[in-house]
């Protein structure tokens, strides 16, 4: 075996490191599209009005709301440069957004994003 040449090293590090990564998207994409064809296969045999589904459907809701609590209050990266009364007019544009359009998602969504750079870039 060739002794391995200094400058040669991070081409092979490069390489490997690109081999672990398609690895992991791939075990990722294996596990989450396995998961949603046994959600398909079972799905059939589930009531939506019984006791179990809704308590799932609840605790779906409450960690969803738990983890937008915890990005407004507690925010990391840039989003934490913009102060909580900012965050907090944001979402209540976005709510009223939400209602005004009849519960469609995609206006306060998009709206929230234009709304915060806005208002964060005027009260710099």
Known sequence: MEALL????????????????????????GATYLSRFLGVLSSEKINETSKMFRWFNCLAY?????????IVIFPAGILSETGYLL??????????????TKKNLVYPTVFSA???????WYFR
């Open 6 to 29: 200094p400058e040669q090293l991070p081409i092979l590090l490069v390489r490997k490191m690109a081999t672990n990564i398609v690895l992991a998207i791939l075990v990722t994409s």
């Open 114 to 120: 234009i709304i915060l750079t806005f208002i964060s």
């Open 87 to 100: 965050r907090f007019i944001v979402i209540i544009l976005s709510l009223l957004i939400f209602y005004l």
């Open 62 to 70: 409450s960690t969803l709301a738990a983890l937008i609590t915890r």
